[in-house]
């Protein structure tokens, strides 16, 4: 804490940010438990952030935040846009496009379960009727799921297809949670839809 | 032959514990993911770094930290006769090991499990010190792709000629024949990650050629660390407050 | 590398029909270019070109050697190109090798005409020591950096930029030659010969996407291109050479269509690329 006011400071690798037991390595840190030292690992600005009052070990986290900025990648909790790229019987496969607001740079999976389509009656759900291959999702991140794809849910109001075109080619809209409808032939297809803010 | 005259000069003008003039530049190539131009004296080396990115090949995945890759490929005109040499030649596997052993050591690569990183390095124009050339550059190259490092890693060659040890050796220095070491160091850890050698030395002498070298690649620490955080204050001055 | 979704494909689709690209140039439009010349001191000329996110080498080494018996009276030019893995990770280990053969192979046919010699765009008969027994052969090494589309246009400039930088050591014949044995040769060390290069063309490759063309595409537009063509025009407004790649057929009146567009756009590209050079060896002479 004492050296809060030259926390502004770059840094190189390798460069020494303290003592072990005066400051916990954050990110771009690292700690090297042969001489209790805590090094930079990265190039960037180097930051302290005092301990949570709640947790046992006061010492401070220091972090460097680098430049080079990386693609978003989809965490537990984040909510995500996603396109549908395959229907099963149990399951969707989805390709995440943007974590938050920000798109990713790599190709992340998901897969939306039968059981986290909706919140109710979740063992009724047809996966069919919920999505098409195509569509755009807006879902939350379950859990980094198996080694292949993250888990997804859409168990939610505000949660589901926001973007859906018909086999006419036209873009649908939205008629309620569970319907959308095509704007050139009036077809009704069937949809998990998302309450999308500051929509009827 | 002689190599350094009597006023103490060497072929190209320089004192014997002089360096080559040495230039780096960060982001040369577009696409990848860090890159770096790196040049000592006449040698001029290009590297990119991609990643870490998800691994190609699945049977060479490590589940607990990154693949790091490295090739080093040689432009058919970085020699001074035209020679067009087949990929992959047992010199170039060998420095690809060398630069990637040498770069593995410094990556916090159990931050980055499943995942790989891969290091090119592509030499321009060959003047001697290749080696030390590639390994700075990769060094810059990675630490503009924002890979955590322990430390930078630089390094720098030395040799012995005419009784006299030599700092940073050019080609027609390195082709006499004499010892010529190459060190790589993590300078703010201060240990010696690299040290090849060819030739025989006594001890005593080899003591001082490699504390040369040291000194050499000291040098290069603070200049490559100059060219980072010169680099970040321009990166944050142009995305502005 | 993350493909194209479709939202990104309709952009850059639409973005060239309304002639407006996804950078902001026009249709006809080349991204800014930079030349530096002399960037490999060990060869005889060298040049470096950046056309937007691509960047490519050209050097040339001259060697002395003999003519091919075929044609006594010219010397040999030879092309080759390289793709560093540091352009792409697909380029490691032999994966550039395809597409440097094309490369090598196209700019073969638009710099240095048939097998004939005739319609090169280097004097070859210029290269001769003494007809039939020595002559100089150039290496000309292309070598790619980096890519961001537009390969061929940028290494046939570089390709230009390093010829204008090449000096050719005077070659003094010993007098008093054998007839039959090699004749001994002095070569100059400060005397040099300069290439006249305005005759070497430069090349304008139109990237059909949709029902239009486009010049200078970048890597994303190329990989919505239906078909290219490659038109090498030289100065004198000359068509040098004509590669056309990619699967989709075209209508001949369509390509004749091409090649005038690629006539037109070509002479202010070599206006350029002419003030380009000139600036890049008036900058080297300074340092």
């Known amino acids: 804490m004492q050296e809060r006011e030259e926390a502004e400071e770059l840094v190189t690798p390798g460069e020494v940010l303290g003592k072990g037991s005066q400051v916990k390595a954050g990110r771009g840190a690292y700690f090297s438990p042969q001489n209790d030292t805590v090094y930079a690992s990265l190039t960037g600005r180097r930051s302290l952030i005092p301990p949570s009052s709640l947790s046992s070990d006061q010492r401070p986290t220091v972090e460097v935040t680098g430049h080079s900025a990386h693609g978003a990648i989809p965490e537990p909790g984040s909510i995500v846009i996603a396109r549908v790229t395959k229907v099963m019987a149990r399951m969707a496969s989805a390709d995440i496009m943007c974590v938050g607001p920000k798109s990713v740079r790599e190709k992340f999976t998901g897969i939306i379960r039968q059981q986290d389509v909706r919140a109710t009656e979740i063992d009724k759900v047809d996966m069919h009727l919920s999505f098409r291959p195509g569509d755009i999702v807006r879902a939350l991140v379950l859990s980094l799921g198996d080694a292949r794809a993250y888990f997804l849910s859409t168990a939610k109001n505000e949660l589901g297809v926001v973007s859906a075109e018909s086999t006419a080619g036209a873009t649908m809209v939205p008629m309620s949670w569970t319907e959308m409808q095509c704007p050139l032939t009036g077809q009704i297809e069937q949809r998990k839809v998302a309450k999308v803010a500051g929509q009827a | ?241 | ?287």
Request: hydrophobic letters at 40%; aromatic letters at 4%.
């Open chain 2, 1 to 241: 032959m002689e190599f350094v005259s009597p006023e103490g000069l060497r072929l190209d003008g320089r004192r014997p514990m002089e360096m080559r003039q040495i230039r780096g530049e960060i982001g040369a190539v577009a696409k990848a993911d860090g890159s770096a131009f790196f040049e000592m004296g006449n040698t001029k080396v290009i590297a990119a770094v991609y990643g870490p990115r998800e691994v190609e090949n699945r049977s060479q995945q490590i589940s607990d930290q990154a693949l790091v890759r490295c090739e080093y490929t040689m432009a058919n005109f970085s020699t001074g006769d035209r020679v067009r040499k087949p990929k992959g030649d047992r010199r170039s596997t060998e420095i690809s090991l060398v630069i990637r052993q040498t770069m593995e050591a410094c990556i916090l690569t159990h931050l980055m499990p499943r995942s790989q990183i891969d290091i090119f390095v592509q030499v321009l124009q060959a003047d001697g010190g290749t080696r030390s050339a590639c390994i700075n550059a990769a060094t810059l190259a990675l630490a503009d792709a924002g890979i955590p490092m322990r430390d930078l890693v630089t390094s720098c060659s030395a040799g012995y000629l005419n009784s006299t040890p030599l700092l940073d050796l050019n080609y027609v220095e390195d082709s006499a024949g004499g010892p010529d070491v190459t060190v790589g160091i993590l300078p703010k850890l201060d240990k010696v990650t690299l040290l090849q050698m060819d030739a025989k030395l006594p001890m005593d002498i080899f003591e001082n050629v490699m504390q040369l070298a040291i000194e050499g690649c000291k040098a290069i620490a603070n200049y490559i660390r100059e060219l980072l955080l010169e680099n970040t204050k321009q990166l944050e001055y142009r995305r502005g407050p």
């Open chain 3, 1 to 287: 590398m993350v493909g194209l979704s479709v939202g990104e494909k309709h952009f850059i689709q639409g973005g060239i029909a309304q002639d407006l690209r996804t950078d902001g140039r026009r249709r006809l439009t080349y991204r800014p270019f930079n030349v530096e010349t002399g960037v490999i001191p060990q060869a005889n000329g060298s040049a470096r070109v950046r056309l937007g996110g691509t960047d490519v080498i050209a050097s040339v080494k001259a060697e002395l050697g003999k003519p091919s018996p075929s044609q006594p009276d010219k010397g040999k030019v030879n092309i080759y190109v390289d793709c560093s893995p540091t352009a792409a990770p697909m380029f490691e280990g032999r994966g550039g090798e395809e597409l440097s053969t094309e490369l090598s192979g196209a700019l073969q046919h638009c710099l240095l005409g048939g097998k004939s010699g005739a319609g090169a765009g280097i004097d070859l008969s210029s290269l001769v020591v003494v007809e039939g027994k020595v002559c100089w052969d150039l290496y000309i090494d292309g070598l790619v950096v980096s890519s961001d589309g537009n390969l061929l246009d940028a290494l046939g400039a570089a390709i230009k930029a390093a010829l204008t930088n090449t000096g050719i050591p005077k070659v003094e014949v010993a007098v008093g030659a054998s007839g039959d044995g090699l004749p001994e040769v002095d070569i100059s060390d400060d005397e040099y010969l300069q290439f006249d290069t305005s005759g070497v063309p430069v090349i304008v490759t139109l990237t059909k996407v949709g029902r239009h063309y486009i010049v200078d595409a970048t890597l994303e537009e190329e990989s919505q291109m239906s078909s290219a063509v490659s038109v090498s025009v030289s100065g004198q407004g000359r068509i040098c050479g004509l590669i056309k790649r990619g699967g989709a057929g075209l209508d001949p009146s369509v390509i004749l269509d091409m090649i005038s567009v690629a006539k037109h756009v070509s002479e202010q590209l070599m206006n350029k690329l002419d003030s380009e050079i000139s600036a890049a060896e008036a900058c080297e002479e300074e340092s």
